[in-house]
C-alpha cells in the first residue's frame, strides 16, 4: 500500500462528504432552507457519480464519517462553526508507506522566541497545551539550565519547573540569549521534536477530525502507519517519485521557510526535496497528469527549474468571464462563492455570510479545470471540457471522464479536493536521475 506517483494506478481513495439536506431543516426561512438543501441533495449527487466512475476502474472508496450528534460540529450556541468534510485532500497525504494527517500535536513549526515567550508566560495547565507544546518548553528549559549551571543532575521537568520560578525571567532570557546560538537551540529542540514524529499517539477525539474515524479504521486494517503532521498535505505537496515538492503555502517568514525544509529533509531523507512558491493550495494551481505533461496557470520559469523537458499546458484565469451569473454575485459577496440560481437571493448571501462564513473561502482565486484526478497514466477524472487540456490529452493518449461536480463555486473544491488517495501500484521511479539527493 503505497504511493509514489499521482498517476499510478488507483486502488483506494478516500471521498469526502457533505452534509445531508435534512441537516438544514432548522432554517426556517425557506429562501435559504431550500437553496441549502438543493445543494446538499446534488452535491451527494455528485459524489455518487464520483463513486461509480471509481469502482468501474476497481478502486475501493473509502468515505469520511459524519456524526448524527451535531454537538460535533456545533459550538454551545448551536451555531454550526465547522465546513462538512468536504475536501480530505487538505488535510492528508500518503506519501510512500506513511499516511500523513494532522493531529494533536501539530507538527514542528516553531520560533524560539514565540516558544520562549509562551514557556515563560503561558498556562502551564492551560487544554491547548499538547505534548509537543510541553516537550518543546521542557527542552528549551533544560538547555538553559544547563548553560547556566552545567553538569547538574536535573530532569528537563526540574528544568522548566526552576525556570518559571524565577523572579526576573524577561531580564534572564534576553541575558541569555544575547550569547546563545539560536541555530542550535532549534536543533536541539527538533530533535527533541523527533521523538514525536510518528509516535504512537491516539486517533484525534476533538470535534474537528471525528470524520475520519473510517480513514483510521481502514489504515489500521492494512497496517499502515499513521504519521501526525498538519503540514503535511497534497494540497499543497506533489510527489514526482524521487522528487517531493512542498509548496510554501505555510510561510509567514523566512525563519519559517527555513524551518520548513529542514523538516521536510529530515521526515523524508530518501527523497529530493523541493520547495515552491504558488499562492494558495497548489493543486489549484498545477497538476502534474503523467509523466511528461503538467496542466498549469502561469509562472512558467518555476517549471522550466523543476520539471525540464516536460510539457506545460498554461491556462490563464480567464474561465470566470465565460460564467456571466457568478458575475453578477461577486458585486454581493465579493467573488467568494456561488450557487448557479441564487444570484438575486439576497436572504441567502446575508445568511451564507452570516453562519456559513467559516464555510466559504474565494472561489474566484481557483481555476478548476486544473483541478483533476488521474486514475492512471491513460485515465484522468475532470470537471468539464477545456480545449486546452483535452488537445494536450490527446497528444498523450489520456481518456477524460466529466464527473461535473455542480457546487465547487460554492464548497471550493474540485475532484482533486475531494479525494485523497491511499494506495496506489508501482514503486517509486526517478524522473530526474540527474539530480543529487538532498
Known sequence: MTVHQPWDP?????????????????????AV???????ARETEEDYQK????????????????LS???????????????????????????VGDKFYMPGPDWGENFDVNQLYWSMMNGDENAPWRSKTDVLREETLAKYFEDLLLPGRPISMKESYDSFRKRDDMRNYF???????DREEVEKVIMAAEMNTIGSVTKFPSNKQFYPWQSTQKWLDKNNIETVYDQYINTAALWRIGKDLYFNYVNIMNVLNKESFMKKWRRMFPDYRVHGISIAGHGDGAMCPVCPGLIIALDNPD????TFPGWEVVFLQNESWTKVAPFLQMKSKNQGRWWIKGEENNDELVAFVDTWLNDWVTYVEE?????????????????????EKVFDAFERYNITPHIINFRHRFFWDGGLHCITSDLSREGGMNDYFPERCLR
Open 10 to 30: 488507483l486502488k483506494a481513495c478516500i471521498v469526502g462528504r457533505s452534509y445531508p439536506p435534512e441537516f438544514y431543516d432548522d432554517i426556517s426561512n425557506p
Open 302 to 305: 518555476l517549471y522550466k527549474e
Open 68 to 94: 448524527e450528534d451535531k454537538s460535533k460540529y456545533c459550538d454551545h450556541t448551536g451555531r454550526v462553526n465547522m465546513p462538512p468534510p468536504m475536501c480530505p485532500r487538505d488535510f492528508s497525504a500518503s
Open 33 to 39: 432552507r431550500e437553496p441549502m438543501q438543493r445543494v
Open 50 to 65: 464520483l463513486i461509480s466512475k471509481l469502482e468501474e476502474f476497481n478502486v475501493e472508496v473509502v468515505r469520511l464519517d
Open 366 to 386: 481557483t481555476v478548476f479545470d486544473v483541478n483533476m484526478l488521474s486514475i492512471d497514466e491513460h485515465n484522468v477524472i475532470c470537471n468539464g471540457y477545456n
Open 174 to 180: 534576553l541575558h541569555f540569549m544575547q550569547g546563545v
